[in-house]
């Protein structure tokens, strides 16, 4: 089975990876806002502990939603964006459409903060610290946020909708062949996959005895599970 630390482990060098193969002009640190918005830690956590306190499963639907984000273009919010003059929304794709959700509660998170500290903290990293505190919230593991992403003012659909995000469609030699492109094996996805679907899979705890193997056989059910 795969540990909670092993998920904290796979998750944290999911977000690495994404971050490493994006261009980058500022310098991530855990303490990015300590001295411009001292308190948006703790603001964002309380705005993400009513979104979850009101539905458990959302916690699961944020970190789905933090992947997908890191998954096209790296961890920026261009999965925030709506459509616009110049920009096809990313939530369009579809990968997307229908299936990931939870951001009218990213919104709600960042317009707290933006009623703190105006034009300080991206949507990138109230995206990013949501994922890590919904996932403990119910249970999941933790892990160390650095900040200081700059907000993306493109999305790309066609990037969304041409292998960068698991498709419903996709085969699991597909499906491992999409992730293995992000620095990823089997094994990761997997680890992936459950960290995605903490929450849910709170209520089925017997799924937790499973085999690796017959973690393996599920990963396609379960990346589609929230």
Same mark, same amino acid.
């Given at each position: 089975?795969? =540990?909670?630390?092993?998920?904290?482990?796979?998750?944290? @060098?999911?977000? @690495?990876?994404?971050?490493?193969?994006?261009?980058?002009?500022?310098?991530?640190?855990?303490?990015?806002?300590?001295?411009?918005?001292?308190?948006?830690?703790?603001?964002?956590?309380?705005?993400?502990?009513? /979104?979850?306190?009101?539905?458990?499963?959302?916690?699961?639907?944020?970190?789905? !939603?933090?992947?997908?984000?890191?998954?096209?273009?790296?961890?920026?919010?261009?999965?925030?964006?709506?459509?616009?003059?110049?920009?096809? =929304?990313?939530?369009?794709?579809?990968?997307?459409?229908? $299936?990931?959700?939870?951001?009218?509660?990213?919104?709600?998170?960042?317009?707290?903060?933006?009623? @703190?500290?105006?034009?300080?903290?991206?949507?990138?990293?109230?995206?990013?610290?949501?994922?890590?505190?919904?996932?403990?919230?119910?249970?999941?593991?933790?892990?160390?946020?650095?900040?200081?992403?700059?907000?993306?003012?493109? /999305?790309?659909?066609?990037?969304?909708?041409?292998? #960068?995000?698991? $498709?419903?469609? #996709?085969?699991?030699?597909?499906?491992?062949?999409?992730?293995?492109?992000?620095? @990823?094996?089997?094994?990761?996805?997997? #680890?992936?996959?459950?960290?995605?679907?903490?929450?849910?899979?709170?209520?089925?705890?017997?799924?937790?005895?499973?085999?690796?193997?017959?973690?393996?056989?599920?990963?396609?059910?379960?990346?589609? !599970?929230?």
């Amino acid at each position: 089975m795969a =540990s909670p630390n092993i998920i904290t482990l796979i998750f944290f @060098l999911l977000i @690495l990876c994404v971050i490493n193969n994006t261009p980058c002009e500022a310098q991530l640190s855990s303490t990015f806002y300590d001295a411009s918005c001292p308190n948006a830690l703790r603001t964002i956590r309380t705005s993400i502990r009513t /979104a979850i306190s009101r539905e458990r499963r959302m916690a699961a639907s944020i970190v789905r !939603l933090h992947f997908h984000d890191c998954f096209v273009q790296g961890c920026d919010a261009s999965i925030l964006l709506d459509d616009g003059p110049s920009i096809i =929304s990313e939530k369009n794709a579809l990968p997307n459409k229908g $299936s990931v959700r939870g951001y009218e509660v990213i919104e709600a998170a960042k317009s707290e903060v933006e009623k @703190l500290c105006p034009g300080v903290v991206s949507s990138a990293d109230v995206l990013t610290v949501a994922a890590r505190d919904a996932s403990e919230m119910v249970g999941g593991p933790s892990w160390s946020v650095k900040l200081g992403r700059r907000d993306s003012t493109m /999305a790309s659909l066609l990037l969304a909708e041409s292998g #960068a995000l698991p $498709s419903f469609k #996709a085969s699991l030699d597909s499906l491992i062949s999409t992730f293995g492109d992000n620095g @990823l094996s089997a094994r990761d996805m997997v #680890a992936l996959c459950w960290c995605t679907c903490v929450c849910t899979l709170s209520v089925f705890r017997h799924y937790i005895t499973m085999s690796f193997v017959s973690l393996v056989s599920l990963t396609k059910a379960t990346i589609l !599970l929230v």
